[in-house]
């Protein structure tokens, strides 16, 4: 089996920082594609960011200039840093990670149980 734990959320007041964590175990080949999406009350889910395994990373617009995320391929874990959060970063963060489990195994797609971060004075 395979388990995303993340760790990190809470409450934070607009302009401050958090970050976030999210740890892979079970059984794992190799681990390609590492992101955190979010999902506000009432909206899709949406990508936040996301990074593969050779440190290339993608943002969305949204985020650009506030949050970066990072991986630390030996633990297997993604971190997302997030500074000048705003009320609109308001959700429910998760984790999501695509991997083989096995060297014959198809690339398969895990998803975290995800952390709540709200933004608010």
């Known amino acids: 089996q395979v388990q995303l734990v993340e760790s990190g959320g809470g409450l934070v007041q607009p302009g401050g920082s958090l970050r976030l964590s999210c740890a892979a175990s079970?059984?794992?080949?190799?681990?390609?594609?590492m992101g955190w999406y979010r999902q506000a009350p009432g909206k899709q889910r949406e990508l936040v960011a996301r990074?593969?395994?050779?440190?290339?990373?993608n943002y969305s617009d949204s985020v650009k200039g506030r949050f970066t995320i990072s991986r630390d391929n030996a633990k297997k874990t993604v971190y997302l840093q997030m500074s000048s959060l705003k009320p609109e970063d308001t959700a429910v963060y998760s984790c999501?990670?695509?991997?083989?489990?096995?060297?014959?195994?198809?690339?398969?797609?895990?998803w975290g149980q995800g952390t709540q971060v709200t933004v608010s004075s």
């Open positions: 999501n990670a695509n991997l083989y489990r096995t060297t014959y195994d198809a690339l398969r797609s895990f």
């Open positions: 990074i593969s395994s050779g440190g290339t990373t």
């Open positions: 079970g059984t794992i080949f190799r681990i390609n594609t």
